[in-house]
T-cell receptor, first 115, second 112 residues
């Protein structure tokens, strides 16, 4: 089945710093890839997605590029804000096979941004 | 457009009891998935329903069961509750099984 590995956290940054959260995946076939964000006490919100190699997903200043050659989908933001403090999850889903329809999540990365 | 809604938001049950959690899917979505999220962990896939049929199941025992109704809403039932079942239970709906999923706010279940 699929697996997703995120960089160890937590990550603590000052406001306006550059953010990178690493994510690598293993999968049979070509999964779709996602980043979700979870604020305290809430469910998950879809942040961005990419469905095929070299696709770039972007939303609210966040970006991630689907890299098939390195099986990666790293999340980046050029200038973080205090309001970006949350837990970020990388996830994959297959369009077929044994992991069809099953979202596989990484362990999550806690981001804290200080003023 | 109404998003995914779950009920109840919080629940406290005693070990050995049974519980039913409910989820209304987003309009136009025929696929509902359930996930268990323990504290400090990523969500774990329980099962998925597509057009009222189970479409895949994760590594959860048979005491976790589900149902999807003709209007695509869904229930998660857990029998013989154990202390380790304490978690946030998330429901997600999607337009197709393999597409992005949209999550509800979750139900926080505490088993004492």
């Amino acid at each position: 089945g699929n697996s997703v590995t995120q960089m160890e956290g937590p990550v603590t940054l000052s406001e306006e710093a550059f953010l990178t959260i690493n994510c690598t995946y293993t999968a049979t076939g070509y999964p779709s890839l996602f980043w979700y964000v979870q604020y305290p006490g809430e469910g998950l919100q879809l942040l961005l997605k990419a469905t095929k190699a070299d696709d770039k997903g972007s939303n609210k200043g966040f970006e991630a590029t689907y890299r098939k050659e390195t099986t990666s989908f790293h999340l980046e933001k050029g200038s973080v804000q205090v309001s970006d403090s949350a837990v970020y999850f990388c996830a994959s889903v297959n369009a077929g096979g044994t992991s069809y329809g099953k979202l596989t999540f990484g362990q999550g990365t806690i981001l804290t941004v200080h003023p | 457009e109404t998003g995914v809604t779950q009920s109840p938001t919080h629940l406290i049950k005693t070990r050995g009891q049974q519980v039913t959690l409910r989820c209304s899917s987003q309009s136009g979505h025929n696929t509902v998935s359930w996930y268990q999220q323990a504290l400090g962990q990523g969500p774990q896939f329980i099962f998925q329903y597509y057009r009222e049929e189970e479409n895949g199941r994760g590594n959860f025992p048979p005491r976790f069961s589900g149902l999807q109704f003709p209007n695509y809403s869904s229930e998660l039932n857990v029998n013989a509750l154990e202390l380790d079942d304490s978690a946030l239970y998330l429901c997600a709906s999607s337009p197709r099984p393999e597409s992005e999923a949209f999550f509800g706010q979750g139900t926080r279940l505490t088993v004492v």
